[in-house]
Structure formats: C-alpha cells, structure tokens
C-alpha cells in the first residue's frame, strides 16, 4: 500500500477518489482495537465460565471450551483483518456479492432443516467436520448487506410501500418462517428488530414503521394471551413477573433466571473477583453462553458490568459514528446495520440475564461460546472496518 | 493505483454521479444519529437494573447465593451424662451413627435403589428403617438428605460403610450421631425418661432439664456446587464448635430405689395387684426424692417396644381409644406405652383413704381444737345432724371408748370425723393449703398434677363434705403431695418444697449449681410434730395397731396405713397404700407405698395394714441400714449368729451352740465337727436347729424354695426346715400360738434354687382383721 500523499490541486477532485482513498485509507483503529479488548475480555470471561463446569462434567478437562473459542477467535481475528485490509474487499465487492451471498445462506438457512444436527434446542447447525456451521448467524450479515444494496437501489421510493416496506416485510417472513421451522424463536426477535432498525435508518416512513411496530405488538401480546402457537411465551412472562412466584410454572421454568439474578445481584458493586464466581459450579445453566454476562456481573460486580457495557457501548458508539461519517449510502446502512445488530444483541442479552425483559435465547457477542457466531461477528467487524476504511 | 487501469475521462463523470447518488442522505445520517440515542438510552435502562440488582438489592441475593451455595452439617453436642446421687451412671451418651440416604445423588450417580434398600435393610434388620420404609424416601428427588437409620450402633456403622466402599456408592452417607444409654435399665425408668431420635428429651428428667443436658449443636458448612460435592477452587469450610450439655446428678439413690422396685415388684406378685404399684422415699427434712417408682416399668433403652406389654392390657386399651384417636392413628399400644412412660408418683391422683388421717390429726392438735388427753367414743357409725348419710367406721361394732392414741392405732373413722368436725371446715382447709395439699409441690418433673378438691364455698357450705375428708374420703391427691405434707408434719413443722435435682456439672466437672432445700412455710408447729410422731409411732408398734405390719426390728417406725376406694369405679376396687418414716423420734426418710387394685384372692386382708405396711417394713429395713442409721433391737428381736463350728469337737461345739440359744443335730459318727450348716455368720431365729457334720455327708445338690405365703410360723419353718432351710423373721413376733400371724413375703422366691442350709428370711404380718383395718 503506497499511499501517494494527497497534493491534488483540482478543486473538484480536491477530495480523491472514495475508492481510492479507502483503499489506500487506514483502518479504524479504535473500533478495531476496541474489538480486540472486548473480544480479549470476552475470552477471559469464558475461561472463568466454563471451567467449572468442564471440569465436573468433562471429567477435569476444563481447558476444552476455552481452547475451541480460543481457535475459532484466531480465525475470526484473521478473518477479520484480511477484509478490513484487503483492498479487494470494498463497497463495490460487498455490493455486487450481497445477492448471491444473502441466497446462498438463505439456502443453507433452509438446508439446516434437511441436513442440519441438533444440540439442545432446536436443528441450527450443519456439521462441517471441523466445526458446526450455524447459518442463522451467517444471514444475520449477509440479510444487512442484501438489505443495505436494495435500500441504496430505490432512492427516493424508499418513502413507498411497495419499495420501502414490503420487500423487508417479505424477506423476514421467509427467514422467520425458516428459523421457527428450526425452531429458533429467540433469532427471529433480531432479524425482526435489525430489519425494522435499517428500515427506519434507509428512510421507510415513519408511520408504516410505526404500523408494523404495533402490529407486532398486538401479535405478541395475542400470543401471551393465547398460549399460541406455543406456551412458553405465556410461561416466560409468568416467570419474568416473578421468578420466586409460588405458581407452579414459576417454580419449573425460573430456576435459570433465579439463578442468573442471584449471580448478578451476589456480585455487589466490586464482584467476588476474577475466577471466583460461585454460581458457575453447576447453579447457573448456560453460564458460558447466554448466561455468560452473569458470571461478569458476580466476578466483577456493578462496576465491572459496567465497564463490560461500556465497551460494547464505545464499539456501538464508533460504529454509528462511523455509519456517520461513511461517504455511500450503502456503507452508512451496512456499518449501521451491522452495529445495531450488535447493539440489539448485547442489550437483549444483558436485559434477558437481568430480568429486565423474558427469558429468551440470545448469546452475548464476543463473550458466549459459540465458533460460527465469532466468526461471523469478527467478519462482521472487518466489514465495517473495511468499508470505514479511510474515514477517519 | 495498482489495481485498476488509470480512470478514463467517462468513468470519472460515471463514478461522480454514482457518488453523488450513493452518498448517505441527510435523513439517513439524522435517523443513524436517531439509533445511537435509542441505544444509549436502552444501555443506560440496562445499567439501572444492574444498579438495582447488584447495589440497592445486593444483600438480598448474597443470602440467597449463600443459602444455596453452603451445606450445613451437624455436629451434635454431646448430651449431659445422669448421674444418681452418689455419682453412679444413670443416663450416658455415646457415639452412634445417622445413615441418610440422598435421591438426588442416586439420579446423579445412577445407583439402584432396589438394591440399595435391601441390602441396607437386611443388613440392621430392627436398628433402622425397613426395605418399605426406605424405597419411598427414594421418590423425593430434590433431597440431599433422607434418613433411614439414626442412633446406629458403631459396629453396625462399620458394616454400612463397608457396604459402601464395596458398591461405591454415592448415594449413601453416614454422619455422626450420638445414642443414649441408659446402663441400670428399668431402674427409675419413668424418673429419667428417654430421648427421641432428634436427641431431645421427650419424658422424665431427659425431658425437664432438657436445655441443660442438651448443649448447643455446632455445624460445619461448606461451600458445594448445585451437585453437592465440594466446590473446586474454592476451600470454604467453616466450623462452628459444639457446646457439650451439663451433666445432672439427681437425688436419687440407685440402692434406694432399687430396693423400693424390688419389693414393690414382690408386692405386685404376692398380692395379685392388678394395676400397678407405686412407691416414693423422700429425705424427711429436705425434701430430696431419694426414690420415686412406678411399677410396671419399662427399658428405655427401648422405650417404644411395646412388645412388653401384656396382651391384656392393650385389650384393655384398645377400649379406650376414642373415635377421635382412632382418627388420628392413636394404637391401643402406643396408648399403653405412653401409660407405662408416665411417673404415676407425681402425675396420678388418688384417694388416700386413712393415710389423711395424719393431716387431720396435726392440723386438730396445732389449731388446739384437740388434745393428746381428749376421748373418743366409736359405737360404729356417726349421722350428722340433717345429714341421710350414716357414715360407718370400718369396724361396724364401734371401737368404744378411746384415747387420741387409740383412736390412731385403731384409724378409727368415726373418732376422725368428731376431730374434723371440731377443726371446722375452714380450719380444716387453711391446713390443707399450708400443708401443699391444693397446690402442685413444684417438683422439678414434667407432668406434675395437682389434687381434687371442691370449691371452698360448696366446702364450707356444710360439714358433709368435711366429714368424708376427715379421715381421707372423696377428694384426691398426687402421692407426692401426701409424702410431702407428712415429711412436714414428721420434720418439725417444715413443708419443703420436693427435689430431684441434686447438682449441675459442666462437662469438665465444675459445679454449675448445688441445688439448696426449700423451705416453703412452717405448716405445724415443733410440738405438734414431736407428739403426732410419737402417736404415729404406736400405730406401728402397739399390739392394736392397724400399721403392726410396718414394724422393722431394730428400729423405730412410725406411720399409718391407708385404703381408698378408687372413685368412679364400679367394681369396687382400691388403692391400698402405708406411708411410714423412721426413726420414729428423729425422722430420717419417709416410705409411701401404694398398691392399686389389690386382689382379695391373694389372701390377704385388702387393707393398707396387711399389703402396703409389710412393703414398707421391707424399704425400710433395707434402706435403713444401708443408710447406716444403727439399730437398737429388743431382746425378742435379737437374732442368733451362726458362729464357726468347724474343728471343734462336738462336745465344745453343742456347748457354744446352746448358749446361743439355739440347738444342734449331729450328723455322722466322728468327735469333731467337719462341716455345719448354716454357713458362719448365717443370722437364724432363736430357737433354730442347726445341723454338724462331723464325716461327709452334707448334701450338695441344690434345694428349691418353696412357697411358704401365708402360712403361719410354725409351718413355715417346718416346711423350710424339711428339706434342710433354715429361717430367720423380721416384721411382726412370730407368735406361734396367734393363728393370724403369716408369711407375707420370703427373701427367695418360689421355686428359687439355693444351697442346701441356706437361710430364708421371711416377713411375718399379722392379718388379723379386727387390728387390721377393712373397709366397711
């Protein structure tokens, strides 16, 4: 990368070509160097988590999790930083590829269903020999790229029903039917919120935005109500009422958000130290995944949660900023779409484990254990660092 | 730039119009801005709930994380040890185990259930819970901690823990407990109780000085993981020591009370007593219980088997059970045992019949409405005026003319009534209250009740009442509160307050309390005292007297015997009871002895005087001279000593024999003596024929004691001295010509085999019926 300096006298061409100054351009390095901390963080923290639970059920091999998420980071890093630096990877690449990448996860989306393996929930993964691929972390990107190129597409006729709405209401049908099919219930709240998020950003009008969002919350109200198509929307809101209910359904389904609260609250304001956490000896479920941020409320306290949400809230921050001062219209969607999928994502998760919404099934970025969902957030985080690329 | 050709003229004008329709718009940039607000306020939402959990509810959720996060196990304290009250063990505990089993850990850890209970049950058999028992503790998945066998014995223990080495098993636990022993058995079962499985006093002493002998339990908590075993990393263990209980020293004397069951049991025999026995020894001027029996008893070192009760009585039970008991699962067993569990001494009432009339005769003297030189005229019956009622001395003849004494030796009811009648009604209750008679004594015992007596108005409001009451009839008291009330009136006047509590020990043996008498008041006065004991004491020793049955040689006994009909029983039968004390001039102990519902067919007259007296004569006797008091005996009551024969020739031997007063029978052709019967030092009645050997010959098969009950003297001591037994009397003179005058009690029982020349000790009564009182 040879980087002339800039000593263009055209008044016109005063500013170089974007293209080649992003490909000439730096990459941000404190969104890229806050990325680096959480994750470092992150891996910290789920080497706390999952030790004990390793060790009594591995029989004392307690280093496993942390090894796999310790791999799967360093692809990911990789991953990340060949597409923030490759200049091959720029707007027009992600542009012209974002169709047949959006399709062909879409297809593996739909694959999952003949060919895909179950663990625990619902059928999310396609075994890849080496790792397990879930797609509905894959769509999550490639649906902002798809979505951000068909939003840049219409121009004005954003502001129309027909070109600023129904497309993204269509598209999250199929993807939301596909997940429920799965079933995974908790992703479709991401898609739906992410798209309803880009939706709002690419210019949909305001009133149909609004619609939707009622629509939806009449839905969801009807089905807490109904008990349909499943009682455990009606189960979850029992228990997020009053997790130490004496209702029967309290007493069976709380006992992960009872113990994820009395993780968090038992860390106090400075947390029980690093590595002390109690709750992780088999109390709390799921405490290397979803639950994962519960473990960082008990070992760091009120203070070191805080510190955690700041650094998601800096990573968010710069993204916007970022999304701000992009120079397309599609690199400010995309930018913006990818970060407020992680902004929906973190704050859903802290909310699920704090008991500020229901229980439902949302891992915490660069935190939970997961290889597919690392490798998409890092390759997430090196789309926004290459089509930031010299903006800053 | 490297990787594309250098841009064309077209290809700029292309890409800036590109640009210009690609470059974000301004409502993109303002609703971007939008979001990052709507972020940051969601994170701040988030952050006050972390605020809310972790700051303002913080505490909260650490107790609960504790409470979850810890196991507490017990360490029991070890429980104070009963001593009687020259420090012989009464009541210990030692170590034992608790098996509990865990369901939580037999779903974890995939163990058999089925096998688990059955071997376990096969292996204790009756010492924990059974195979049916067991399994269903299995259903309660979430618990860490079911218990199937508690107090287990240590060998026992090391069985189940080899049982759980070999399985490894998992499930399974044993944790240290402790078992209560109770080395003298039966003796003073009912005074010291038992603990139930928490370790808890449930009866008794165990039971009243249950926070003394408990001490305080310590722990031992540990930080687990939600599977229960030890939290890696995480060391926590905390120990909270345990506090031993205080040990007790009661006043009871273990000898005492062994003599007093042991003839209350002989009296139960010998006089077919249907429901029981009681009897209680208390030290005369302190108050101190110094033994307290009710017989039956039981073991409580397995105070639940109730296989010890006789079938009869739990037909008899099984009556009693209420539509409401049967409802709550009450067995005729359980009620029974709980019967047998309970100290009668303290907790049952009774009638005490003319035993009272002591009461009525102090409380007579010390209000001065009697004196020692008044008569009473007795033509058998007395009427009070406007009365219907007629009430009959037990002597329908009357007793005729008699003095204060003879009018106590004779018991005589009619003679009573005319002191109560001259005490008053009032007068006759004030006494009663200074006397303890309507008050519980305040021993310290669990279940103490207190008497029966009417109101003071319906009392006082005519003499009918006080006439029954005089000499002892219609109203009801505790056996405690009589022995109580005449240890006053035989102490010099003083109403002590009843004890069992001798001391408090830590357990490294410093003394936490001395337990002092009590006085509660002075009831009578001193003199009164002095002569109601000299009266008492001719009620024994006179020729006429109802209580000749009580005497003990070498001593001097004062006392009064007593029948009361059993109130509200149809079928006629009564508590026949003597209290006694001794010394007669300076009291040491007193001896109440009740037998309840006495059959007439046993032979006896059913009076205090011919069953009760002869019980306590036996108390005392044994008791007195273990308490090293000394005797004094009269010349009629000297026995002869056996002396050593044994080398002399027998012309020396028959010489030193028949100074003795006693005679000789030579066996064998020899000059000097080989061998003799009885023993030396054997004591014998004057008057016995003791046999020498002068070659071999003594027969040294076994001899067995037969049944010489009721017989008279004379052929008693032909029947012993038949098959080559010797006897020596105690109780009343061995009268030979007096045909009322029998064996009531023999120191072996029937069918007991002993050594050829063993001596019998056997208890002369006279069972006259015109000394003895009856019950008209």
Not at chain 1, 89 to 105: D, G, H, L, Y
Not at chain 1, 318 to 328: D, E, F, N, P, V
Not at chain 2, 231 to 254: F, K, P, R, V, W
Not at chain 2, 729 to 736: E, K, L
């Amino acid at each position: 990368m040879t980087a002339e300096p800039n000593n263009s006298v055209f008044a016109e061409d005063a500013l170089p070509d974007y293209r080649e100054k992003a490909a000439a351009g730096r990459i941000d390095f404190v969104f890229a160097g806050f990325t680096l901390l959480t994750l470092a963080v992150g891996l910290v923290m789920l080497l706390s988590a999952s030790y004990a639970r390793a060790f009594y059920e591995d029989n004392g091999s307690p280093l496993g999790i942390f090894i796999r998420q310790l791999g799967f980071s360093g692809l990911g890093v990789a991953a990340m930083f060949a597409i923030a630096l490759f200049p091959k990877f720029n707007e027009r690449f992600f542009e012209k590829w974002s169709p047949i990448t959006f399709f062909a996860s879409l297809i593996l989306l739909a694959a999952v269903l003949v060919i895909g393996t179950s663990e625990g929930g619902g059928k999310r993964w396609i075994n890849l020999g080496f790792m397990n691929l879930q797609p509905s972390e894959l769509v999550k990107y490639t649906m902002v790229l798809y979505f951000a190129r068909r939003m840049c597409s219409v121009g004005k006729k954003i502001g129309t029903i027909s070109k600023g709405v129904a497309p993204y209401v269509g598209w999250l049908v199929v993807i939301c039917g596909l997940l429920i099919a799965e079933p995974h219930v908790s992703a479709c709240i991401i898609f739906i919120a992410l798209t309803g998020c880009m939706m709002f950003q690419a210019g949909t009008r305001f009133r149909y935005i609004a619609i939707l969002l009622i629509l939806a919350s009449i839905a969801a109200y009807g089905m807490y109500k109904t008990g349909f198509p499943s009682d455990y929307i009606t189960e979850r809101v029992i228990v997020y009422q009053d997790p130490w209910g004496d209702s029967k359904i309290a007493e069976d389904k709380g006992y992960q958000t009872r113990q994820s609260l009395i993780a968090v609250g038992s860390g106090g304001l400075l947390g029980l130290g690093l590595g002390q956490s109690r709750q992780k000896h088999l109390y709390l479920p799921e405490e290397h995944n979803d639950f994962i941020f519960a473990i960082v409320c008990e070992e760091f306290g009120l203070i070191g949660a805080i510190i955690v949400m700041l650094l998601f809230g800096i990573l968010i921050a710069r993204g916007y900023w970022l999304a701000i001062k992009s120079k397309s219209k599609f690199s400010a969607l995309v930018i913006a779409g990818i970060t407020t999928q992680l902004g929906i994502q973190v704050f859903l998760n802290i909310s699920v484990v704090t008991n500020l919404i229901p229980c439902t099934g949302i891992s915490l970025p660069l935190f939970s254990y997961g290889g597919s969902a690392l490798l998409c957030q890092l390759g997430g985080m090196g789309i926004i660092l290459a089509l930031s690329r010299g903006t800053c | 730039m490297k990787q594309d050709k250098p841009l064309t003229k077209l290809d700029e004008i292309r890409e800036s119009k590109r640009k210009k329709r690609n470059r974000p718009g301004k409502q993109v940039l303002r609703r971007t801005t939008v979001l990052l607000i709507i972020f940051g306020a969601l994170f701040v939402r988030a952050g006050f709930q972390l605020f809310d959990l972790q700051y303002v509810r913080a505490d909260e959720f650490e107790r609960m994380a504790i409470n979850q996060q810890t196991r507490e196990v017990d360490i029991p304290a070890a429980r104070g040890t009963i001593y009687d009250t020259n420090g012989k063990l009464l009541a210990q505990s030692a170590t034992a185990y608790t098996v509990f089993i865990s369901p939580k850990e037999l779903i974890t850890y995939e163990e058999d259930k089925t096998f688990i209970a059955r071997s376990l049950a096969d292996l204790w058999g009756e010492a924990g819970n059974s195979y049916e028992q067991i399994i269903p503790k299995w259903d309660k998945t979430t618990s860490w901690y079911e218990k199937v066998a508690v107090r287990l014995e240590p060998e026992l223990t090391a069985k189940v823990r080899s049982f759980i080495a070999e399985n490894k098993l998992k499930s399974v636990h044993i944790a240290e407990d402790s078992k209560r022993y109770y080395p003298a058995r039966s003796l003073a079962s009912q005074l010291l109780g038992f603990v139930g499985d928490e370790n808890t006093g449930l009866s008794g002493l165990e039971a009243y000085y249950e926070s003394t002998l408990r001490g305080i339990g310590g722990s031992t908590v540990r930080a687990t993981n939600a599977a229960g075993t030890d939290m890696i990393d995480l060391q926590y263990e905390n120990y909270y020591d345990a506090a031993d209980g205080n040990a007790i020293a009661i006043t009871i004397d273990s000898t005492l009370q062994y003599y007093l069951e042991k003839h209350l049991s002989r009296a139960i025999i010998d006089n077919k007593v249907k429901n029981g026995a009681m009897g209680i020894m208390m030290d005369v001027n302190t108050g101190a219980v110094l033994a307290a029996a009710t017989l039956p008893d039981f073991d409580p070192n397995k105070f639940s088997d109730s296989s010890i009760i006789p079938e009869e009585t739990i037909t008899r039970y099984e009556g009693t059970l209420t539509d409401k008991e049967r409802e709550a699962g009450v067995s005729a067993q359980t009620k029974a045992l709980q019967a047998l569990w309970k100290s009668r001494t303290f907790s049952d009432t009774y009638e005490p019949g003319s035993t009272f009339k002591i009461i009525t005769l102090a409380a007579a003297l010390d209000a001065g409405v009697i004196s020692v030189n008044d008569t009473f005229f007795c033509g058998g019956s007395y009427s009070l005026p406007g009365d219907p009622d007629v009430r009959h001395c037990w002597k329908h003849s009357g007793h005729g003319s008699q003095t204060l004494y003879e009018a106590a030796q004779h018991s005589c009811n009619v003679a009573f009534i005319q002191i109560g009648m001259k005490l008053g009604a009032k007068g006759f209750y004030d006494y009663i209250k200074a006397l303890g008679l309507q008050d519980k004594t305040g021993i310290d015992f669990i279940g103490e009740e207190n008497g029966l007596w009417w109101p003071e108005s319906d009392f006082y409001a005519s003499n009918s009442s006080l006439a029954s009451a005089s000499f002892g009839q219609t109203f009801n008291i505790t056996p405690i509160q009589l022995i109580t009330a005449v240890s006053a009136i035989a102490n010099g006047g003083n109403l002590m307050k009843p004890y069992l509590l001798k001391n408090i020990t830590a357990s490294d043996g410093t003394i936490l309390k001395e337990n002092k008498p009590t006085v509660v008041r002075q009831a009578v006065s001193e003199e009164v005292s002095v002569l109601v004991r000299d009266i008492l004491e001719t009620v024994v020793s006179a020729p006429s007297g109802t209580g000749k049955n009580a005497r003990v040689a070498g001593y001097r006994v004062a006392g009064k015997t007593g029948t009361g009909e059993k109130i509200g029983q149809a079928s006629n039968e009564y508590v026949v009871s003597f209290i006694g004390f001794a010394p007669a001039d300076d009291p040491k102990i007193a001896v109440l002895v009740l037998l309840d519902s006495p059959d007439r067919t046993a032979g006896n007259a059913v009076s205090g005087g011919a069953m009760a007296a002869p019980v306590v004569s036996s108390v005392l006797a044994d008791s007195l001279d273990y308490l090293g008091i000394p005797p004094n005996f009269t010349s009629e009551e000297i026995s002869v000593t056996m002396p050593n024969a044994k080398g002399m020739n027998i012309s020396e031997a028959n010489a030193k024999i028949q100074g003795l007063g006693i005679t000789a029978r030579i066996y064998g052709n020899g000059s000097t003596v080989t061998d003799q019967v009885p023993a030396v030092n054997e004591e014998l009645d004057p008057g016995s024929q003791v046999i020498l050997y002068t070659e071999s010959g003594k027969p040294s098969e076994l001899v067995e004691v037969p049944n010489i009950f009721g017989l008279t003297y004379t052929r008693a001591r032909g029947e012993l001295e038949a098959i080559g037994l010797f006897i020596k009397t105690v109780g009343v003179n061995p009268d030979g010509a007096k045909s009322t005058i029998i064996t009531a009690r023999q120191s072996f029982d029937p069918g007991t085999e002993v050594a050829y020349g063993t001596v019998v000790i056997v208890t002369l009564i006279d069972n006259d019926p015109n000394v003895l009182e009856g019950r008209g």
